[in-house]
């Protein structure tokens, strides 16, 4: 099986900073695509960006030139930092990962936990 860890989050006044990770770990062969998604109370889960596995990245328009997202794959790990935060960037971010398994040929995707990020004004 495969886990998908978040670790990062918490509480930070507007105009603050946070750096999310998640680390994947288990019968992993490869990781294609990651990227991080967040849903807040009442609302869809929404993309807020994506890094494909050769390092081309795509951003959410409500995050473009705040957040960058980033991965080292020797870890298996994907990086969201997060500057000039607001307080509606307040939500549960979730980790996916689209992850070849071994003694499959097939890819599989896989989300992680969640971990809140609370923006006060």
């Known amino acids: 099986q495969v886990q998908l860890v978040e670790s990062g989050g918490g509480l930070v006044q507007a105009g603050g900073s946070l750096k999310l990770s998640c680390a994947a770990s288990g019968n992993i062969i490869s990781i294609n695509a990651m990227g991080w998604y967040r849903q807040a109370p009442g609302k869809q889960r929404e993309l807020v960006a994506s890094?494909?596995?050769?390092?081309?990245?795509n951003y959410a328009d409500p995050v473009k030139g705040r957040f960058t997202i980033s991965r080292d794959n020797n870890k298996n790990t994907v990086y969201l930092q997060m500057n000039s935060l607001k307080p509606e960037d307040t939500a549960v971010y979730y980790c996916n990962a689209d992850v070849w398994r071994l003694g499959t040929l097939t890819m599989y995707n896989y989300w992680g936990q969640g971990t809140q990020v609370t923006v006060s004004s």
């Open positions: 890094i494909t596995s050769g390092g081309s990245t």
